[in-house]
């Protein structure tokens, strides 16, 4: 907002529509989740001597077809629409960096370097988004629209493990890549280092 808008702070935002916003995802999020939560169960398994117990969701056959069109919900909700969103603002703010005339030869390189380090950072915002959330959204499709196969192979309980670990490493991702890419604040860490050894 304040890039493409020419503002020198971000809009005011109301009480009122902040509450809006903030209810209306939390009820959104409750949604989109509740079947995972009316199918989840922990199940006990005999393996001769051994007994262990396995969490996930059981779907009865009667409920395929819409097991099917819940992983395409999710897929919708937490992965094509995010990025078309993500593409769609970083697109805006790439034009509106691109538009900006400065006067002095010194200005537009000062502000050329600063659209590069902008561009570069929402770039590797979405393709690390894209990295870590592609493989969980795969696995899910393959496992309930191929389940023969999926569950003939001895390791897809782990590789599902994995995929998820990936997927939930994408908010400490873009923590480091936030922190990493921010030259005042890497400035600022440097000093207060110094100032811990002296």
Known sequence: MTIVHSSPR???????????????????????VTPTALFTDIKLYNDGPHVSYY?????????????????MVILFCEFIIPIAIMCFCYL?????????RLPSNTARRGRKQSQKRMT???????????????????YTIFRDFFPL????????????????????ANSMANTIIYVG???????????????SLS
């Not at 805006?92 to 900006?100: K, L, M, V, Y």
């Not at 979405?126 to 592609?134: A, L, N, Y």
């Not at 890419?181 to 100032?195: E, G, H, Q, S, V």
């Open 92 to 100: 805006r703010i790439g034009t509106r960096i691109s538009e900006d």
């Open 120 to 138: 570069r950072l929402l770039v590797i915002i979405v393709i690390i988004f894209v990295f870590c959330w592609m493989p969980f959204h795969a």
């Open 181 to 195: 890419l921010n030259k005042n604040l890497l400035r600022k860490l440097r000093t207060l280092r110094r100032r």
């Open 149 to 168: 196969i999926h569950n003939t192979y001895v390791h897809s309980v782990t590789i599902f493990y994995v995929v998820e670990a990936i997927a939930m």
């Open 10 to 32: 971000p809009p005011h935002v109301r009480i009122r529509t902040a509450t809006v916003a903030t209810v209306s995802a939390w009820i959104i999020s409750i949604v989109v």
């Open 55 to 71: 969490c996930s969701e059981f779907w009865s056959q009667d409920n395929i077809v819409w097991l099917k069109a819940y992983d």
